[in-house]
Every structure is written in C-alpha cells, then in structure tokens.
C-alpha cells in the first residue's frame, strides 16, 4: 500500500500521468513489476490521483521497453522517500521537471479484452 500511495503522489503533479489521459503507472519490486492504471479518485474537493494496481508482473514476463523503463525510475523515487526519507513533494517536482516518470499508454488488460471480445463493447 505504501508503494502505491507514494506512486500515485509523485505523479500527481504531471497531469498527463494522473488526470488529463489515461497513463499506465508501474514500479519495479524485489522479483517483479507492479503495474496498473492511473485514475481519479472523488474526494471532498474534487479528486485525486488514485494508482489502480491491477497486478504484480514476475521478472520474466515480456515488457514492453517503456514499461520497464518507467518501472525503475519510479521504484528509484519510492526508495528515495520510503527508505531514504525524503520529501515526496519535493522528489514529485524534480521528476517532474526533469521528466523523469515517463508517460506509457496503458494496454489492454485480459479482463477487458475478454470482455470487449464477448459484449461487443466498443469503447
């Protein structure tokens, strides 16, 4: 929860990441890759972002290189403020201006192309 939680803060600054389009958000862990959706969260005033983790990826499943790429700056930005104790606000500010969570459009998960596949959805 906590890797989450920091994920979605640091990048709630760059709207392309956590409002403005869907983006796919994902984080290298011991052993894997958690990966998931960015989306709104409702709260009182408005909305904030929310990291929907859909699931936790072994080292050996095939990655596109954007995915991977993404996963190990943002799990380099959670170790710096969960191990390293620095400042969530500040690091989210500096990826932002450095670019350094890069955006990645989500892909489609299985649940949704099966369902897609068997309503005829189309959006």
Not at 12 to 40: E, Q, V
Not at 47 to 58: A, M
Not at 77 to 88: A, F, I, K, P, Q
Request: aromatic content about 4%; hydrophobic content about 40%.
């Amino acid at each position: 929860m906590h890797i989450a939680t920091v994920a979605a803060d640091l990048a709630r600054p760059n709207h392309r990441l956590s409002f403005s389009t869907l983006s796919s958000l994902s984080c290298a862990i011991d052993g894997g890759i958690l990966t998931g959706t960015m989306r709104r969260s409702p709260v009182e005033q408005g909305t904030v972002p929310l990291w929907d983790v859909r699931t936790l990826l072994g080292d050996d499943f095939k990655l596109d290189q954007a995915t991977v790429e993404q996963a190990n700056k943002v799990a380099q930005l959670v170790t710096r403020v969960l191990v390293g104790g620095e400042d969530w606000m500040t690091i989210s500010r500096q990826s932002l201006s450095n670019g350094a969570i890069d955006f990645v459009e989500p892909r489609e998960d299985h649940v949704t192309s099966t369902l897609r596949t068997r309503k005829g959805i189309k959006h």
